[in-house]
């Protein structure tokens, strides 16, 4: 009886693949034991009634079991198509399962390796798109490396002749670059030191800033450790982006975010009064664009009142000013309470436009891309080191010009 | 499924902030005491706004990495972890006493642990001692020393002090050192006098911090005199005024810390197993020989 069914279920699983010629080739899955085990104990705690299904099929075990097992568990497969293979020993189930080896080791991967957690479900079953593509049709992408943008980072998955995930985690700028070439890691929480620092040594206090250096690449990783490497490098961007794909992303506009506040950011407060919100205009032009942080802002000034400026295009969701923006609110709230004055300058034209220059390279960061010698620049080194030599007086003022009227108070 | 989450303050200028975190928790990791174990920050990602999303078990355990009991773990913790119901009289507390409060946090809709800060608890005084052992590298240090601990004063939070004294005392109860002082940053007595207040030639000075920043890495060494300039370093031991001062730095940064994180989940109900043990054992001063 062995025999036939596993001959039934080799005939079956000829028929998928030949239905599947045109398409990208499908990778040879072995059935590993850990899988087929798992398969055995989920069906151990069920009746049958309850069915356990995989894409394609479900098996059962049948309660009424035929005097020639001796007792042991008797199965039966049952597929859409074609007929159920019946009174199926362990043997004759494994054989049978050997021939769905791409279903069952997806069911595996998912239910087992990965796990019910939402967030961290959700991300590895996106990258392949789980929910959307048959086994058959990931496992032949999965073999050719399916490809993901998160934040900067190129995640690469990929499959091995047991279905089981690999993923290769590195910069975006970094694809192609051979493993050899990069320095190499295999434990995600180190990725804690490299996200510390930006390319030229300096600190960078949001991980979402498009900051991110290169140069590195976990290169084999599996499944829940990609998760941890992904959310070590952009900690809370998956749970967002999940909560969000599930309509329940919780989002904090400014003006609640502001209110909650104590302390010394308990100030920030007072910097709504009731006359519109350009000010939260310019504090997302300034902090939340994408070329500052790779969040897609979503929130608004109130309930009632969204903000003029884009909130970006990243894959994840920023749910309310982060510690960043309430930090600088503070310090622009005080600054933003003082009158504005009428200095007098005189300033020549193209001087004039050198200013606009020097602001523009500074909140840009190009001041490091302008090169030394190059005078065109109107914020290079040589040209603004001329402008203060020029306007600026022994005290550090514009063309003589006290930043107190009385000359005091300077500062 | 039991978790640990670490909640520290973080910063955004100084990426040494939240080292310390980062070290015990690993310490924490190794042991397995925890199915997992997190790191929020209220500087740093992910902030404790959003820690708890990024949690899965159901037997969550919050210690606070903060030296004293007062403005960040009765309001600001509780409030952005969205802990219902949160009042500081959950843990009826004399300033040092607070052990841990039950409660459903909404952002997760489950219930959390929430813990008393580790500045407070009776194992810190170890990690003061362990300090003044790692520094000096002698792990019986004591006779013909002096310790100090120092603490930032009063001035924003009484609190502070308070666990400064409480471990200065306890430590001075086992006659281990030849005198144990308590000195202040912002108070009287304060740090900057330290010479005048010991008659030991050797006293290690322990601050009371969680992790090296502007306090314990520019302030205190120049208000003590063991630099000029905080920029040039200083040397340990470094004599001032015919007193060799052995600076430690911030006690935060000791190894044992990942031991009073971990008491403070025990008290709160967590199941560590022999944790306490191996993180004991695990973060030991060698002897040198």
Not at chain 1, 35 to 48: E, G, N, P, Q
Not at chain 2, 237 to 264: C, F, Q, S
Request: proline share 5%; net charge negative; with cysteine.
């Amino acid at each position: 009886m062995a025999d036939s069914t596993s001959d039934a279920a080799a005939d079956e699983g000829a028929a998928t693949d030949a239905g599947d010629s045109d398409g990208p080739e499908i990778p040879e899955i072995d059935l590993p034991s850990d899988a087929f085990d798992a398969v055995l104990d989920a069906l151990a705690d069920r009746s049958d009634d309850d069915p356990l299904r995989f894409e394609g099929f479900a098996v059962v075990v049948e309660t009424d079991g035929d005097d020639t097992t001796a007792g042991e568990a008797v199965y039966r497969l049952e597929t859409a198509g074609n007929g159920p293979l019946t009174e199926l020993s362990e043997r004759g189930l494994h054989a049978a399962l050997t021939e769905h080896a791409p279903a069952v080791t997806d069911w595996y991967v998912f239910e087992h390796v990965v796990g019910e957690f939402g967030p961290r479900r959700a991300f590895l079953r996106w990258i392949e798109d789980a929910d959307g593509e048959t086994v058959d049709a990931r496992y032949a992408a999965l073999a050719e490396g399916i490809e993901r943008a998160w934040g900067e980072l190129r995640i690469t998955a990929t499959i091995t002749d047991r279905g089981e995930r690999r993923y290769d985690v590195r910069h975006a700028d970094d694809a192609g670059v051979p493993v050899d070439e990069l320095n190499a890691y295999d434990d995600p929480l180190d990725a804690r030191d490299l996200v510390t620092l930006d390319e030229k040594g300096r600190y960078r206090p949001l991980k979402t800033a498009p900051s991110l250096a290169g140069g590195w690449v976990f290169p084999d990783l599996g499944p829940r450790d990609a998760y941890e490497a992904v959310e070590t490098i952009y900690p809370a961007t998956v749970a967002n982006w999940h909560r969000e794909r599930e309509g329940e992303l919780d989002v904090t506009n400014w003006r609640e975010t502001m209110a909650r506040q104590s302390g010394i950011y308990g100030v920030v407060k007072t910097w709504d009064r009731g006359e519109g919100h350009e000010h939260v205009n310019w504090v997302a032009e300034a902090c939340c664009d994408d070329s500052q942080c790779l969040k897609r802002r979503e929130w608004e000034y109130d309930d009632e009142t969204e903000l003029d400026v884009d909130g970006g295009e990243g894959v994840f969701p920023c749910r309310e000013p982060c510690s960043v923006v309430v930090s600088a609110a503070r310090k622009w709230t005080k600054l933003e309470s003082e009158q504005p004055r009428t200095y007098e300058f005189e300033l020549t034209p193209s001087e004039k436009e050198q200013v606009e220059a020097i602001i523009d390279a500074v909140a840009d960061g190009r001041i490091d891309d302008i090169r030394e010698a190059d005078t065109k620049e109107g914020a290079n080194r040589y040209r603004t080191r001329f402008l203060r030599a020029k306007l600026f007086d022994d005290e550090g003022n514009l063309a003589g010009v006290p930043t107190e009227p009385d000359g005091e108070g300077e500062e | 499924m039991q978790s640990l989450v670490i909640v520290a303050h973080g910063s955004h200028l100084n990426p040494e902030s939240s080292a310390p975190t980062y070290d015990h928790a690993d310490t924490i990791r190794a042991t397995g005491a925890f199915d997992e174990v997190k790191t929020g920050f209220w500087k740093e990602e992910p902030h404790f706004r959003e820690v708890l999303r990024t949690v899965e078990g159901d037997e969550i355990y919050v210690v606070p990495l903060f030296v004293s009991e007062g403005y960040f773990t009765e309001q600001v913790i509780p409030r952005e972890l969205r802990l219902d119901g949160w009042d500081v009289a959950e843990w009826d507390s004399d300033g040092l006493s607070a052990d841990q409060a039950t409660l459903v946090a909404e952002d997760i809709d489950r219930e959390v642990h929430y813990c008393g800060p580790v500045g407070t608890h009776r194992a810190m005084t170890d990690v003061i001692v362990r300090r003044a052992e790692s520094i000096t590298g002698d792990p019986d240090v004591g006779d013909d020393f002096g310790l100090a601990v120092v603490g930032h004063g009063t001035e924003r939070n009484e609190n502070s002090a308070k666990a400064v004294a409480y471990h200065a005392d306890r430590i001075a109860e086992r006659d281990r050192f030849d005198e144990v002082k308590t000195l202040y940053m912002d108070e009287d007595p304060e740090v900057d006098d330290l010479p005048e207040f010991f008659e030991s030639d050797d006293v290690v000075l322990v601050p009371l911090f969680i992790a090296d920043g502007y306090h314990t890495q520019e302030d205190i060494p120049e208000d003590v005199g063991i630099c000029e300039d905080h920029t040039e370093g200083y040397d340990v031991p470094a004599e001032v005024d015919g007193t060799r001062i052995w600076y430690a730095g911030a006690v935060g940064t000791e190894p044992l810390m990942a031991d009073v994180i971990l008491e403070r989940a025990a008290d709160a109900g967590a199941d560590l197993g022999g944790a306490l043990d191996d993180v004991r054992e695990t973060t030991r001063v060698a002897t040198g020989d």
